[in-house]
T-cell receptor, first 116, second 112 residues
Framework: NAGVMQNPRHLVRRRGQEARLRCSPM?????VYWYRQLPEEGLKFMVY????????ESGMPKERFSAEFPKEGPSILRIQQVVRGDSAAYFC??????????????FGPGTRLLVL | GENVGLHLPTLSVQEGDNSIINCAYS??????FIWYKQESGKGPQFIID?????DKRQGQRVTVLLNKTVKHLSLQIAATQPGDSAVYFC???????????FGTGTRLKVLA
């Protein structure tokens, strides 16, 4: 019963390059959330997706950042033309569904992005 | 606003003692709360949750208390062990929304 999987675990990019972060939710989970965490800080919501749909991207910068969760395959968080300020840990969480029962989110191990 | 805060950024506790980690939340509409544990280099791990129709919930060595009157949440860890050393986050959610708001975290250090 694999948990949420993220890869790569560590990613180093130079300024101006692209970063692609992948998240495979737990089996049976169709809802994915992406969070960003700076050192010594809490998690900041970025985007919430269901299969083939972006439900809420209000926490994601409008430029350079995009996310998708295709019908097949992992969810992808893409950062174009990275800058040093993008250096952070990016966590993915999944839940089986969202409704008024408030399903718990389960987190992956994160991807630590370092921009040189 | 989106502001779930913790009173103490770092808490040092002797091994074997009980730990209490506090969290203040600002959204009075929040009705579901989770405590997560995050060890260094890892993702947050679910510990325990509580809904607003309860004021106390117990797990294995952990107890969560909810005081809706003052919008306060606490996590109690009994007989703290070295493996409990981590950063602990509270998160809040309100029915009808899917967004969880996380606090800044409290680092728990267990002293041998």
């Amino acid at each position: 019963n694999a948990g949420v999987m993220q890869n790569p675990r560590h990613l180093v990019r130079r300024r101006g390059q692209e970063a692609r972060l992948r998240c495979s939710p737990m089996k049976g989970h169709s809802h994915v959330y992406w969070y960003r965490q700076l050192p010594e800080e809490g998690l900041k919501f970025m985007v919430y997706l269901q299969k083939e749909n972006i439900i809420d991207e209000s926490g994601m910068p409008k430029e350079r950042f995009s996310a998708e969760f295709p019908k097949e395959g992992p969810s992808i968080l893409r950062i174009q033309q990275v800058v040093r300020g993008d250096s952070a840990a990016y966590f993915c969480a999944s839940s089986p569904r969202w409704d008024n029962s408030q399903e718990t989110q389960y987190f992956g191990p994160g991807t630590r992005l370092l921009v040189l | 606003g989106e502001n779930v805060g913790l009173h103490l950024p770092t808490l040092s506790v002797q091994e074997g003692d009980n730990s209490i980690i506090n969290c203040a939340y600002s959204n009075s509409a929040s009705d579901y709360f989770i405590w997560y544990k995050q060890e260094s280099g890892k993702g947050p791990q679910f510990i325990i949750d509580i809904r607003s129709n309860m004021d106390k919930r117990q797990g294995q060595r952990v107890t969560v208390l909810l005081n809706k009157t003052v919008k306060h949440l606490s996590l109690q860890i009994a007989a703290t062990q070295p493996g409990d050393s981590a950063v602990y986050f509270c998160a809040e959610n309100s029915a009808g929304t899917y967004k969880y708001i996380f606090g800044t975290g409290t680092r728990l250090k267990v002293l041998a």
